[in-house]
Structures are given as structure tokens and as C-alpha cells.
């Protein structure tokens, strides 16, 4: 559970730094694959709220809910779990003395591309980019972390996504949302979640960058996931079937926000 919140935590973060306030919600839908696992559709209620140089990303789900203040400012993300009342502090990786070291980048395929398609979503006009992504499954989490075991078994394994970002510019915050988006591309926050929910996606950097270039809002993202191999633990995922995730904006305002809201409340236990 914890890194399937880190991943989605990942995605969230940089999905606005001009002057107005903003709140997006979105909601997601995981259906097929590993997912018929966990039980019903958690149906995770996801709400980014972006205030100057600072932003709230808060996560709910029927059995967790989870938050991250990210600050472009002191270059800092905030992990809130509100159920355990636990605040979190990790600044971005140092850079040179002293900094850690780096291993081998993972191999990670990607291509983004416009198709030339567009559609009206809620009265909004949205353009498709096609996109495609595989994974090398034994560099998911990096040689360090994973056990001898495990690697052995992902071996020659990879997972691939192939879907749809239908980018909307026409809409309230937009300016906003693709200021902060890039922003936080540079200052490396989404690294800075990554560590602090112990989850190393790689490529999950290189794909946030590509939508930080296409000057819009993810309005509707379909993902298809599959997985490819031989062996034992290839053969289990693919006959659990493709997974599909599909997260939609469903409001957006820019009316002001408080300044509390990206303060860790009072009575919250920090932790190293």
C-alpha cells in the first residue's frame, strides 16, 4: 500500500508561479489486472491546491488518506498522513560535496507525441497526446533496495504503458498550474517524494519533464498496463490481464486559499 501510494504520490505532485489561487480535484479509476486484487475500486479522490510558490496535493482512499506541501521556495515537500497525525520534512538532494551518490540510470523507453485529435470534455477543449512508456521491472526500485530474490525473478521483465493525455489550456488556473508544473520539474521535488515514500521510479522524472513541455493541464489521462516476460512471476501478472487507470479533472476554481492549508496543523509528530 505504501508504495502504491508513493507512486501515485509521484504522479500527483507534478501534475501551479503566478499570482491566483487554484484547486483542482480529480478522481481515479484502477480497474483489470493486480487491481481485482485489492477488492473493490479504491477510487482515489485526488485535490491539488496551488497557492504562489506552494502547493497541496491531498490523497483519499476508504482505508488511507495522505498529503505532501510541496515549497518551491526552500525547495521542500511535507508528507502528512492525517490518520496517523505524522509530518514528514525532506529537502531536495544536495548537489556536489557531500551529495549522494548516483548509480546507473534504469532503462526507460518513452515517446510523446500529439495525434491531431481533440474533444470537448465538461465544455472544455482538450488535444490528445499519444504517449508510451516501458520499464525495466528489475531497476524499479534499484539494485540497493531490492532483494537478490526479487531481482532475480524481474528479471528480463517490463512493464509498459500506452495511453492518452488530453491537455486542456482554455481553463481557470491553467497558467498557474503549468508555472508551478514546470517549476517543480526543476527544483526536483517529485525526487524529493520519491525518497521520502521509499519509492525510486525510474523514468517517472523524464515522463513529468514531457508533460511539463506541452503548456496545458492533464484534463483526462487513460493509462493501459501491461506486462511482458518469461518466467514465474511474468506468467502470474499477465494472466491477472491489463490493468487501466484513468484519472479526470472534475472541478476547478481559483478561489483564494488559506495559508494554513500548507502549514503542518498543530499536533502533528515529525519525523526524521
Known amino acids: 500500500m505504501k508504495r502504491w501510494f508513493g507512486t501515485l504520490l509521484i504522479a500527483t505532485v507534478c501534475s501551479a508561479v503566478v499570482h491566483a489561487d ?3 480535484v480529480q478522481t481515479t479509476t484502477i480497474e483489470g489486472g493486480m487491481a481485482a486484487m485489492g477488492g473493490p475500486n479504491p477510487s482515489p479522490t485526488i485535490t ?3 497557492k504562489g510558490q506552494k502547493a497541496r496535493t491531498d490523497v483519499e ?3 488511507m488518506q495522505m498529503a505532501t506541501i510541496a515549497d518551491l521556495a526552500t525547495k521542500q515537500v511535507i508528507l502528512l498522513r492525517p490518520d496517523q497525525k505524522t509530518a514528514q520534512v525532506v529537502g531536495t538532494a544536495p548537489s556536489g560535496a557531500g551529495a549522494a551518490p548516483v548509480g546507473p540510470a534504469p532503462k526507460v523507453d518513452m515517446t510523446m507525441t500529439p495525434t491531431g485529435r ?3 470534455i465538461d465544455g472544455i477543449t482538450c488535444t490528445e497526446y499519444a504517449f508510451t512508456t516501458s520499464l525495466d521491472m ?3 526500485a534499484g539494485p540497493s533496495q531490492m532483494p537478490p530474490e526479487a531481482a532475480a525473478m524481474m528479471k528480463a ?3 509498459n504503458m500506452k495511453g492518452s493525455l488530453w491537455m486542456a489550456k482554455e481553463v481557470p488556473g491553467a497558467a498557474e498550474f503549468i508555472a508551478f508544473q514546470k517549476a517543480a520539474n526543476d527544483s526536483d521535488l517529485a525526487s524529493a517524494i520519491a525518497r521520502a515514500s521509499g519509492m525510486n521510479l525510474p523514468g517517472m522524472s523524464r515522463m513529468s519533464k514531457a508533460m511539463a513541455g506541452l503548456n496545458g493541464m492533464a484534463y483526462l489521462t487513460e493509462i493501459n498496463l501491461t506486462v511482458e516476460g518469461t518466467g514465474q512471476m511474468a506468467e502470474m501478472m499477465q494472466q491477472m490481464g491489463a490493468m487501466k487507470v484513468t484519472t479526470k479533472v472534475t472541478s476547478v476554481n481559483t ?3 488559506a495559508d494554513d492549508l500548507f502549514k503542518v496543523p498543530a499536533g ?3 519525523i526524521k
Do not use: A
Open 22 to 24: 487554484v484547486t483542482i
Open 268 to 270: 502533528y509528530t515529525m
Open 138 to 140: 528489475s531497476e524499479m
Open 48 to 50: 491539488h491546491r496551488i
Open 255 to 257: 478561489d483564494p486559499l
Open 61 to 63: 482512499v476508504p482505508t
Open 118 to 120: 481533440s474533444q470537448v
Open 157 to 159: 521483465m517490463k512493464m
